[in-house]
């Protein structure tokens, strides 16, 4: 494989990054919820200081993406994925190291995500690269407009 580069996101790679969200459910949080839309991942991209908006490059090929929120002390990675095609690449974990490099350097000291309880595979990837299990929840949404 070719060398695999991590960058921030721009208007460029919005459209296979809606693409992706829309075609997988488990990165909605509920059933009743969605991706984001152009607008939506534009205005993450464009705020820098609350956003991390990275993805991965394979030669020109987008080939997967990590959007994480900045909290200050601590931050919520919301979306890890790649394409089905290149995974078991170290595509994820290239993408959670430069993340986290990133908050490092704006004085974040913790980040979090949510895993599926039912998805041992992404459950094994974050404890193999240093995630520890914490509560249970249950995503509970409402539609407000």
Same mark, same amino acid.
């Given at each position: 494989m070719s060398e695999i580069d991590i960058v921030s996101a721009t208007s *460029?790679? +919005?459209e296979i990054m809606?693409?992706?969200g829309e075609q997988s459910p488990e990165l909605w949080g509920s059933p009743n919820g969605g991706w984001y839309t152009k607008e939506g991942l534009e205005k993450i991209i464009i705020n820098k200081d609350r956003s991390i908006c990275l993805v991965s490059k394979v030669d020109t090929k +987008?080939? *997967?993406? !990590?959007i994480t929120h900045n909290f200050?002390?601590? %931050?919520?990675c919301e979306a890890l994925y790649i394409d089905k095609d290149f995974r078991k690449q170290g595509i994820a974990? =290239? =993408?959670l190291k430069k993340t986290t490099q990133i908050l490092k350097e704006k *004085? !974040? %000291?913790? +980040? *979090?995500?949510f895993v599926e309880v039912d998805n041992p595979t992404s459950i094994k990837f974050h404890e193999k690269i240093g995630y520890e299990k914490g509560f249970q929840f249950h995503y509970?949404?409402? =539609? +407000? %407009?």
């Open positions: *460029g790679d +919005i809606v693409k992706w +987008i080939t *997967g993406m !990590c200050g002390e601590w %931050a919520y974990q =290239l =993408l *004085g !974040c %000291a913790m +980040i *979090g995500t509970m949404s409402k =539609l +407000i %407009a």
